[in-house]
């Protein structure tokens, strides 16, 4: 049988303070938007910029630190995957909703960042990476233009 793969990496912000609820089995479910832009030159040579937004589901856990950690305008890389669920509603009208469920998160805003002033903790107090030893970091080396591969 073939393999296949359904999974979403995407680093953009937070459209707007997530939705956070608690479903009747007690779990906690995040419902928040975010924002990714494309920017490409049209035919004429000028730069545009697009940008699409993706609706993301973020359960239990996950859920807890979106509510606690992010607002509108927080930086964010996601994992997840594509689901999409139908409904009828009273009409009897088929509807369709595409969403991203988050498998993992990273914060990548800084304290303060985001569009409320409100504070948030820095992305490295929840990096679960471990930091480069001191021994591993070559003192003194500068990058150079020879030292990019393209």
Do not use: C
């Not at 912000?13 to 479910?29: Q, T």
């Not at 595409?98 to 569009?115: A, K, Y």
Request: proline fraction near 2%; hydrophobic fraction near 30%; avoid cysteine.
């Amino acid at each position: 049988m073939a393999r296949s793969v359904n999974k979403v990496i995407l680093v953009g912000n937070v459209g707007k303070d997530p939705e956070v609820k608690l479903l009747a089995s007690g779990m906690s479910v995040a419902n928040f938007t975010l924002a990714t832009n494309e920017r490409f030159k049209d035919k004429s040579g000028e730069f545009q910029e697009r940008t699409e937004w993706h609706s993301l589901v973020a359960y239990q856990r996950l859920a807890e630190i979106v509510r606690d950690y992010t607002k509108k305008g927080s930086k964010l890389y996601i994992e997840g995957r594509i689901q999409t669920r139908s409904w009828d509603d009273k009409e009897n009208q088929k509807h369709y909703k595409t969403e991203i469920i988050v498998n993992d998160l990273v914060l990548l805003s800084g304290r303060g960042e985001g569009e409320s002033g409100s504070s948030t903790r820095s992305a490295s107090s929840y990096d679960q990476r471990q930091p480069a030893a001191a021994d591993d970091i070559v003192q003194g080396t500068e990058i150079t233009d020879d030292d990019i591969p393209f």
